[in-house]
């Protein structure tokens, strides 16, 4: 009886647990299209180039981290075997932007930015 009242808990927990992650709020959802991951591609591109004229100011830290926590936000609706590798690393060299951007080094940031913008451009099309 106990073995059946364990299973039948587990079950129904795995159940719950489904239905809640499914209607979770998120704040990147994956592009379910061709269309969709063309446009996150295009959205990256152009949030890194925009963080990239930031950097290149060298004054507004706030509105850099904002710019750079974008571009994460889109490449987060990349999906596809083809982009995992480069998004990775794209992922490495926002963090690294990220992480300079706090210690006020705006140089060594855009010359990571600049590394982020060249494997965005090196993202085939879906």
Known sequence: MKTIRKVLTAAMIAASAGTMVGMAPTSAIAAESAE????????VKKAVTEAIAISNEGTDADALLNKISEAKQYYKEITG??????????????????????????????????????????????
């Open 36 to 43: 969709g991951v063309n446009q996150a591609i295009s959205d």
């Open 81 to 126: 075997d083809a982009y995992g590798a480069k998004i990775q690393r794209l992922s490495g060299r926002l963090r690294q932007a990220r992480g300079m951007t706090k210690r006020g080094d705006f140089t060594g940031a855009g010359e990571k930015l600049e590394e982020a913008l060249e494997i965005a451009n090196s993202l085939p099309p879906a």
